[in-house]
């Protein structure tokens, strides 16, 4: 062990200084950090139409309970109302994220299991482009020749 504390030392030394200078781990030093409307473009635009469509909820919801209580001959009551909004808001929100929640994980779940509504078995789909092949009038077994020998020039291409 050197002077310095060691090789491990100075690598994780040289890792310290070169975070501190360039960011994340994974941010290269070769590609500087995009600016911020370029790296959260997807989060800002989400963002954006969330609070387009919470307006939106609200002025509806605003117009709604106004209606009702002109229908009742009584002027429009905020006390009453920002309690009601929160509610509905997370009423609705309760039910979408259910929704979409079982939608993800639901149709993972089947995938995964292998279920016969997420996808065709191999099989299946090898005997569809075999009939295919036989109806054009070609040797479906020599494209599995054809194969078999492609699979094999790329495994030398890249073994040397």
Sequence with gaps: ???GGGPALAAW???AT???KWGPWWVSQHHPRPSFFTAYSFA????ALFLLSWVGQFVFQLIEVRNDAAQHGSALDWVQFWPQFPSSTFENWQSEF???VWQAVGLALFFFWGSSQSREGNERVEAKLDALLKQQ???PTE???QEVRESEKE???TAS
């Design 1 to 3: 062990m050197g002077p």
């Design 13 to 15: 030394r040289a890792r």
């Design 18 to 20: 070169w975070r501190a």
């Design 44 to 47: 800002i635009v989400t963002g």
């Design 98 to 100: 259910l929704q979409l």
């Design 137 to 139: 009038g070609l040797d």
């Design 143 to 145: 494209f599995e020749i």
């Design 155 to 157: 495994v030398r291409g």
